[in-house]
Structure formats: structure tokens, C-alpha cells
């Protein structure tokens, strides 16, 4: 993949990913105790829609920015908007121009006893996190390889919350570096939430990625799937789908409502499709 985020802020893939990050920060804040979201590759935070690079690939007009126009059931607008309302407060009622990244979404959700690691290696980028979250005690940046922090930062103090990875896929082998980042991570902290980004294409090695997955002997992993167009209809990204290991019980249920509805807002072609499954369940019995 061609990657700097902002080539890619506000896509269908964006959509998902946001969607489902801010349903589990919902459910995390049913409870009065606080807790901690873990971002291991962070971006930026917030990206600017009218920049030469995100005009180049207009890929918001693609996602978002389909989804603030569509006319949503109630039950769907109900479970998008705490996503929703982050991006409406940043743009106010005309067009939209800027997208929060997942800190700054994540962010934008905390309560005052809440608290964000946004982790950034890439300089720039990193130095440019620093300065949207300059002052606020409540969010961490730390430079830092993010594959490294599922190791050193686990688990938080708090005890209590969410690890996103969320990496480029750049090179070769980041399917297994999201296996293996798993594996070391839930070692060290069994009971959190973690939530794992990974690309849908023609060629992507899913099916040795589900039973890797499968493999770790994990209990408790659920797999969301959206594509808007099918593999054979393009050569470069068609879908994404989200692991999430100790999802809210509540998050099955959501998703049944949520995946076919934004396959139906963000559809690219008939070639669209969801899938929502378990590759591992409380006994450990992977299916697909």
C-alpha cells in the first residue's frame, strides 16, 4: 500500500475502523472506573481534507462524506453517533473539511478520568501529534516503534481499556507481525480489549491469517469484514476488516446492525460485501 494516512483519511476504511473504535470507548465508559486507549500507530490526529495529498486520492468522498449525507435508519444513527458528533463538531454544518485521526477521535470521547497513549515512530508525524495535544495532561505521545509498545506499555495502570493497532502496511509480512504482536501483547495483559486493522485485497494471505489467529489459542476473537467493491474488480484496496479480541458483549449485536448498513451506504460496486464471525470463541473452538 501506498501509505501516509493522509492519501487515505476518511475512507470506507477510516469509516469502519472509527465506527467500531468509538463503540467500544461507549461500552468502556459504562463504568465509573477509569481506562486507558493504547494507540500504537497514531498518525498525526487530524488531517486536512483540502490538502494536495488528500485531494489526490478524494478518498473521503468515498466514505464520510457518503455517510453524513446518507439518510441512516434511527437504530444506525443511534450507534454512529458517538463517532458522528466528533467529526460534525470539527466541521461544523457546512462541507467537510478535516477528519480526526483515531487519537483525536479517541480524545474527543474521554471522560475526565480517562486517559490516551498515542504512540508515533515517524518523526514528523510524531512531532506534529505532539503539537495537537500540546498541554493536555490527559493524552501521552511517545515516540516509539508502535510493534514495540504492545510489549513495553502492557499493561497500563489503569488495568482497564483498549490497545488499537493500526499499522501502515508497508511491507511484507504485516499480516504475521499482527499475529505475532498479538500473541506478545495478550501475554501480558489477558483481560484487555484489543482491536487489530488489517487490509482487504486480491492476493492478501487471509485464510493463513485467520488460522494463525486461530492457532494462538486465544478465546474471544471476533472478525468484522467490509468490502465495497470485490477482490477481482480492483487491483488495490477493496475492503478492511477489524480483529477484536475481547469485544463488548454488546458489540456482535451492534455490528449485525451496523455492517450492512454502511455496506449498503459505502457499496462501490454489487461486489460489496460483509462478513462478521468468530475465529475463536470462549472454548477456543475456531470457526469461520
Not at 485464510?207 to 476473537?221: G, H, Q, R, S, W
Amino acid at each position: 500500500m501506498n501509505y501516509r494516512h493522509i492519501y487515505h483519511a476518511g475512507s470506507f476504511a477510516d469509516v469502519l475502523k472509527h465506527a467500531v473504535l468509538a463503540r467500544i470507548v461507549a461500552y468502556l465508559q459504562k463504568k465509573e472506573r477509569a481506562f486507558r486507549v493504547i494507540d500504537t500507530h497514531a498518525g498525526i490526529g487530524l488531517y486536512d481534507l483540502k490538502s494536495v495529498e488528500a485531494q489526490k486520492t478524494g478518498e473521503w468522498k468515498t466514505g464520510i462524506d457518503l455517510v453524513l449525507k446518507a439518510d441512516l435508519p434511527a437504530e444506525v444513527s443511534a450507534l454512529l453517533q458517538p463517532y458522528l458528533s466528533v467529526v460534525r463538531a470539527l466541521n461544523g454544518d457546512g462541507e467537510i473539511t478535516c477528519y480526526p485521526g483515531s487519537p483525536k477521535l479517541v480524545r474527543s470521547l474521554l471522560r475526565k478520568q480517562d486517559r490516551l497513549s498515542a504512540i508515533e515512530l515517524h518523526q514528523r508525524d510524531g512531532e506534529r501529534l505532539k503539537r495537537l495535544f500540546d498541554g493536555d495532561f490527559q493524552t501521552r505521545v511517545i515516540a516509539l516503534d508502535g510493534w514495540l509498545a504492545l510489549g513495553a506499555h502492557l499493561p497500563p495502570k489503569e488495568k482497564r481499556g483498549l490497545v488499537l493497532v493500526d499499522p501502515a502496511f508497508e511491507e511484507e509480512g504485516e499480516y504475521d507481525r499482527l499475529v505475532d504482536g498479538l500473541a506478545r501483547a495478550h501475554q501480558r495483559w489477558r483481560s484487555g480489549i484489543y482491536c487489530l486493522w488489517y487490509p482487504i485485497k486480491a492476493g492478501a494471505p487471509l485464510v493463513d491469517f485467520y488460522m494463525k489467529l486461530t492457532a494462538l489459542e486465544i478465546p474471544n476473537i471476533l472478525c468484522a469484514e467490509l468490502s465495497v467493491t470485490g477482490q477481482q474488480e480492483t487491483k488495490g484496496l477493496c475492503g478492511s476488516g477489524l480483529i477484536i479480541v475481547n469485544p463488548p458483549y454488546t458489540l456482535e449485536s451492534e455490528l449485525k446492525v451496523l455492517l450492512p448498513a454502511l455496506q449498503d451506504c459505502l457499496k462501490q460496486s454489487s461486489g460489496a460485501s460483509h462478513r462478521l464471525f468468530w475465529v475463536a470463541r470462549e472454548n477456543n473452538k475456531g470457526r469461520k
